[in-house]
């Protein structure tokens, strides 16, 4: 079975509980029982969040070190910041796909550069949750 990371970054920990006319009304409980009941019984998830820069880049080392197949990653605001999240899935040498709930290019100007997409294989935005179950979809069939 595939080892896939689902990883969550900064406020996503709210999801479902702010903004909904942005990012829908399901929490990211609602979205973890979502995907283990897609793929549960195909690929080992392992889902994580955390509003911290240095435990997400932590996280990927351990992903890494343990040979993960796959991580799909929402950096959150990070996404748009973080070079050393950049660096972190650059040394990784694990496939990892962008997902973002919102289309980030239909929104403020600052969401439009994506300093950790150089460092996926595939980033999709826009789909909303859909984006997560494409994402695994992806790994799983690679
Ligand atoms: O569209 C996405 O998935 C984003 O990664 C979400 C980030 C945002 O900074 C990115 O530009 C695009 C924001 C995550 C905050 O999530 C919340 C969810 C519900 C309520 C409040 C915040």
Do not use: W
Not at 31 to 39: I, R, S, W
Not at 63 to 86: F, M, P, Q
């Amino acid at each position: 079975m595939k080892k896939i990371a689902i990883l969550n970054g900064p406020n996503l920990d709210r999801l479902g509980k702010r903004e909904p006319e942005i990012y829908g009304s399901a929490t990211l409980g609602d979205l973890e029982k979502a995907l283990l009941a897609e793929f549960g019984t195909r690929a080992d998830l392992l889902f994580f969040q955390s509003n911290h820069e240095g435990e997400l880049i932590d996280r990927i080392a351990k992903l890494a070190d343990s040979k993960y197949d796959g991580i799909v990653i929402n950096a959150g605001a990070l996404t748009h910041t973080s070079v050393a999240l950049r660096d972190a899935l650059l040394g990784a040498h694990v496939p990892a796909v962008e997902v973002h709930i919102s289309n980030i290019y239909k929104r403020e100007e600052f969401r439009h550069t994506s300093l950790t997409a150089p460092a996926c294989v595939a980033v999709i935005a826009g789909l909303g949750l859909e984006g997560y179950h494409a994402a695994i979809r992806f790994l799983v069939g690679k």
